[in-house]
């Protein structure tokens, strides 16, 4: 099965070259070159938006930058977005992960990187999409329909997001370190910005934890990682 790409960057040469690499390793590639026309195609009718299995999207667009993208995307659907950023300032990483971003890749980067985050991110979409649906007190999450609900309602999570909860999930009572996570939700070793783990779990407790601040699900393990916590709240 061939993988359909969505490409949004203004660098047409970039563009170009990217489309080559990937054409060639096995992805069916689409391209725009403006924020407005990348929403609108990825958007588009059909299941899925237009039916792309993730995007790479670059943070500095002529039009709608590449961070209001990401964020009218996300309040759309969860289509996995890899984020492409030549500030190099931790920030934009930080603000882009905070908005929805899966990942991220830091300009000048190797084609072959950008191939095995894509690869790593559409894979895990295809692992997390099986198995039995997990319950923890009033916390239920559905592996086939990748979906998380509290009391019977659905709770926003970007693709990430939901990756990340169910291997803490499938894992619960364990202490998973930064790196394991990463290694669990990637499905290989990918050198990575450190505390996106840390950005993801904040935003992943802003969805499922009563009280954000004083989590009782997913806890931090000081100097060691996480743990997801079986919880038997009443309903």
């Known amino acids: 099965m061939t993988d359909s790409i969505l490409i949004i960057d203004d660098d047409v040469r970039l563009v170009d070259m990217l489309r080559d690499y990937l054409t060639r390793a096995g992805f069916a590639v689409t391209a725009r070159h403006t924020g407005r026309e990348g929403v609108e195609a990825a ?8 039916g792309y299995g993730a995007v790479v999207l670059d943070i500095m ?16 659907g969860d289509l ?24 991220y890749l830091p300009k000048p980067f190797n084609p072959r990187e950008l191939q095995a985050r894509l690869k790593a991110i559409l894979r895990r979409r295809r692992d ?3 198995g039995d649906v997990l319950r923890f007190g009033r916390l239920e999450i559905d592996p086939g ?11 926003t999570l970007t693709s990430y997001q939901f990756d990340l909860l169910l291997a803490l999930a499938r894992n619960a009572g364990r202490v998973l370190s930064r790196e394991r996570l990463m290694d669990l939700t990637r499905g290989e070793e990918l050198e990575a910005f450190d505390r996106s783990i840390d950005v993801h779990v904040s935003r992943l407790r802003a969805a499922i934890e009563d009280a954000p601040a004083h989590p009782r699900r ?4 000081r ?13």
Do not use: K, N
């Not at 992960?97 to 990942?103: F, I, S, T, V, Y």
């Not at 329909?145 to 709770?155: C, E």
């Not at 100097?223 to 309903?235: E, H, K, L, M, S």
């Open 43 to 50: 958007l588009g009718p059909g299941p899925g938006g237009g």
């Open 61 to 76: 667009l002529p039009d709608l930058d590449g961070l209001e993208v990401c964020r009218q995307l996300r309040a759309r």
């Open 80 to 103: 996995p977005v890899l984020m492409l950023t030549a500030r190099g300032e931790d920030t934009d990483r930080i603000v882009g992960l905070e908005l929805g971003a899966d990942d």
């Open 128 to 130: 997390g999409e099986g």
């Open 145 to 155: 329909s990748r979906s998380a609900r509290i009391d019977g309602v659905a709770r």
């Open 218 to 221: 997913i806890l931090t393990v």
């Open 223 to 235: 100097g060691a990682g996480y743990v997801f916590a079986r919880v038997q709240d009443q309903a």
